[in-house]
T-cell receptor, first 113, second 111 residues
Framework: KAGVTQTPRYLIKTRGQQVTLSCSPI?????VSWYQQTPGQGLQFLFE???????NKGNFPGRFSGRQFSNSRSEMNVSTLELGDSALYLC????????????FGQGTRLTVV | QKEVEQNSGPLSVPEGAIASLNCTYS??????FFWYRQYSGKSPELIMS????GDKEDGRFTAQLNKASQYVSLLIRDSQPSDSATYLCAVNRGRGNQFYFGTGTSLTVIP
């Protein structure tokens, strides 16, 4: 069974630009969550999508948004990039039931210059 | 108060010893608990999940949960140099699949 696939693996963007990251979950998983990981803050939850609906949302500004498609693939968008958005963005895939394990993709390393 | 707290370490143990990693959480209603291992430059990898009080063993790993004390631990028996990594404790309050992570404990196993 293929794991969670995130693209691209690396991105360099300029302040003020926007970026879109993609995540394909494990086949059969309909829950997709996004996390930001930085050395100072650790892993912080951005949002979770289930069956194309946002089920949970973390404490991030509105510049961070996401969506999920009917095939469970998810995208995350960050607009008006700031230097502080430089981080590893991780997507996690979970089975349909709640309160269960999450399996992470390899992440997208975003650098904002 | 942070949702999940871990001792950041670093924790060093000799090869073959038992490594003990600890975690506390603030929400008494939390329902599921997980340990992840993260090698430098890699993404977190699930090691163990535990849902009820007591011990759960899987190979060299044992997770322990005490909901009354809001405490989760991970024991690694017969530690190997390949176990050297950062170990992340994660907690789910039961509202979907939103996880709260500790900042991780860095473990080094010395050959």
């Amino acid at each position: 069974k293929a794991g969670v696939t995130q693209t691209p693996r690396y991105l360099i963007k300029t302040r003020g630009q926007q970026v879109t990251l993609s995540c394909s979950p494990i086949s059969g998983h309909r829950s997709v969550s996004w996390y930001q990981q930085t050395p100072g803050q650790g892993l912080q939850f951005l949002f979770e999508y289930f069956s194309e609906t946002q089920r949970n949302k973390g404490n991030f500004p509105g510049r961070f948004s996401g969506r999920q498609f009917s095939n469970s693939r998810s995208e995350m968008n960050v607009s008006t990039l700031e230097l502080g958005d430089s981080a590893l963005y991780l997507c996690a895939s979970s089975p349909d039931r709640m309160n269960t394990e999450a399996f992470f993709g390899q992440g997208t390393r975003l650098t904002v210059v | 108060q942070k949702e999940v707290e871990q001792n950041s370490g670093p924790l060093s143990v000799p090869e073959g010893a038992i490594a003990s990693l600890n975690c506390t959480y603030s929400d008494r209603g939390s329902q599921s608990f997980f340990w992840y291992r993260q090698y430098s430059g890699k993404s977190p990898e699930l090691i163990m999940s535990i849902y009820s009080n007591g011990d759960k063993e899987d190979g060299r790993f044992t997770a322990q949960l005490n909901k009354a004390s809001q405490y989760v631990s991970l024991l690694i028996r017969d530690s190997q140099p390949s176990d050297s990594a950062t170990y992340l404790c994660a907690v789910n309050r039961g509202r979907g699949n939103q996880f709260y992570f500790g900042t991780g404990t860095s473990l080094t196993v010395i050959p």
